[in-house]
């Protein structure tokens, strides 16, 4: 077995190529990386130490692509995965668009070509912004809970399922990821290709290239440990919206065995997440961060921002029901994960968010 991996080098494609080869040593990994993303060169040597093939690419250029070794399976973790993506300045809508959804063409066509499955990790935000900032909420204790009058299509007291609303709007960045699931699994039915479609709740872990747009628990513990600003945004300035978080790591089970037995017939569709057990607000992991590392004042911007919702927690119970998959890392061994590289690397910030 051969594996494409695309992204290989940022947070969530580093830590799933280093799985694969210590889980499954007779597995090649080949990894592609554009190394845009501030962070990314730090994984490269320790990548390629442990056998991984490390080809420096960009999956928006067809002709990056036809120089790789032929793989059995593409596993596409490369993508601009911020929501504010192509409205914040930052990074344009064309560039979004060419890297999301332009790049996903370009790997399909690949994986047609050479005959291979493919795995799309794709988000939590392809689900409407409406229908989720309609869900009624409550204060209790430092974070917003679902009211129990909520009636909502595909959403229960699990969180938001895979049959709820993707009405737009639900930002640039989600279209793009909609999109490209759709084309997905349209090329898989076409041309008899095995696609698995991972919508995963926010990932986190030591080693993460945090932002506040993007890896948001990484990025509030590691600010926190250097006495970095923060600000709560937008519900008034409470800190009480809410995300599930999931380890990167945890992602592995579920897809070896979606690589090893591709025509289960199962749901080409998952939510993967930590679940209503591995949800905090951002109240509370201040609260957690005081604990560890003393009093740090937050300051406080009332304003809602328009792709701001007040909670958000994925239901994975249909992954568990077809691939009997659990989340495997608790959300305080995350944290303190997260924590401890902190203090072991004081100046990861500097070196890993993009000026």
């Given amino acids: 077995m051969r594996i494409l991996i695309t992204g290989v080098c940022g947070f969530v494609g580093s830590t799933l190529a ?23 060169e730090t994984n490269r040597l320790a990548l390629r130490q442990l056998g991984v093939k490390v080809v420096h690419g960009d999956i928006r250029s067809p002709s990056d692509l036809e120089a790789l070794p032929q793989c059995d399976w593409i596993l596409d973790a490369a993508a601009n995965p911020s929501v504010l993506a192509g409205v914040d300045g930052k990074t344009s809508s064309r560039q979004l668009v ?32 409406r229908e989720l900032a309609a869900i009624p909420v409550e204060v209790r204790g430092e974070r917003f809970i679902p009211r129990s009058d909520a009636n909502i299509a595909g959403f229960t007291t699990a969180g938001v399922a895979e049959s709820f609303s ?24 076409a041309f008899d290709l095995p696609v698995f479609i991972n919508r995963c709740g926010v990932l986190a872990g030591a080693g993460q290239f945090g932002k506040i747009d993007q890896g ?8 926190f440990a250097r006495r970095r600003p923060l ?14 978080c999931l380890h990167a790591r945890d992602l592995l089970l579920l897809l070896t065995a979606q690589i090893k037995t591709p025509g289960r017939d199962v749901p080409r569709i998952l939510n993967v997440s930590g679940g209503v057990k591995q949800s905090a607000s951002l109240c509370e992991l201040n ?19 328009p792709f701001d919702v007040p909670w958000l927690v994925l239901d994975s119970t249909i992954a ?35 000026a």
């Fill in 166 to 189: 993707a009405a737009a709007p639900i930002s640039l960045y989600g279209a793009t990821k909609l999109a490209s699931e759709t084309l997905a699994l349209e090329y898989g039915a």
């Fill in 320 to 354: 568990s029901s077809a691939w009997h998959w659990q989340p495997q890392t608790s959300l305080e061994t995350i944290w303190l994960e997260i924590a401890e590289h902190a203090e072991k690397n004081p100046h990861w910030l500097d070196a890993t968010i993009d």
């Fill in 231 to 244: 600000k709560y945004i937008g519900f008034n300035g409470t800190g009480h919206q809410v995300r599930d």
């Fill in 98 to 129: 060419e890297h999301n959804l332009s790049g996903t063409i370009n790997l399909l066509e690949l994986a047609k070509a050479w005959r291979a499955g493919v795995t799309i990790l794709s988000t939590s935000r392809v689900y409407s912004i």
């Fill in 18 to 40: 280093r799985g694969f080869r210590e889980s499954s040593a007779d597995w090649e990994v080949v990894g592609l990386d554009n190394f845009v993303r501030a962070g990314s």
């Fill in 287 to 305: 609260s957690w961060c005081e604990k560890r590392f003393g009093a740090h004042a937050v300051a406080v911007e009332k304003t809602t921002r």
């Fill in 216 to 223: 948001i628990f990484s990025y509030w513990i590691h600010s």
